[in-house]
Nanobody, 124 residues
Framework: QVQLVESGGGLVQAGGSLRLSCAASGVMFSRYAMAWFRQAPGKEREFLAVINYLGSNTNYASSVKGRFTISRDNGKNALYLQMDSLTVEDTAVYYC?????????????????WGQGTQVTVSS
């Protein structure tokens, strides 16, 4: 079973940037599509971005497309999310997970347990 540890969150002013990391343990990391999700208090967890197992295909939620970039380094069992032009609406706990993904749409279904997430707070 893949275990996930998110990091890199923090407090940033609107318009700023953060780079989140997801460290994944397990022998099958490179065989899974991976995705980022976020959840704000009182709201549903929402999909943000997905990347296939090779890192050659990606897709994004419309709310973050053009601002966020997902990437991975299979040699390091790591997933990343570069977040630019942050707004207060981006404030949430951010999670990564392995997902089932067709490779061409925004339907990424989580496969594993959720980690602790990393808090991102954007101030105005």
């Amino acid at each position: 079973q893949v275990q996930l540890v998110e990091s890199g969150g923090g407090l940033v002013q609107a318009g700023g940037s953060l780079r989140l990391s997801c460290a994944a343990s397990g022998v099958m990391f490179s065989r899974y599509a991976m995705a980022w999700f976020r959840q704000a208090p009182g709201k549903e967890r929402e999909f943000l971005a997905v990347i296939n197992y090779l890192g050659s295909n990606t897709n994004y939620a419309s709310s973050v497309k053009g601002r966020f970039t997902i990437s991975r380094d299979n040699g390091k069992n790591a997933l990343y999310l570069q977040m630019d032009s942050l707004t207060v609406e981006d404030t949430a706990v951010y999670y990564c997970n392995a997902v089932s993904w067709s490779g061409h749409d925004r339907n990424a279904q989580p496969l594993g347990s959720w980690g602790q997430g990393t808090q991102v707070t954007v101030s105005s």
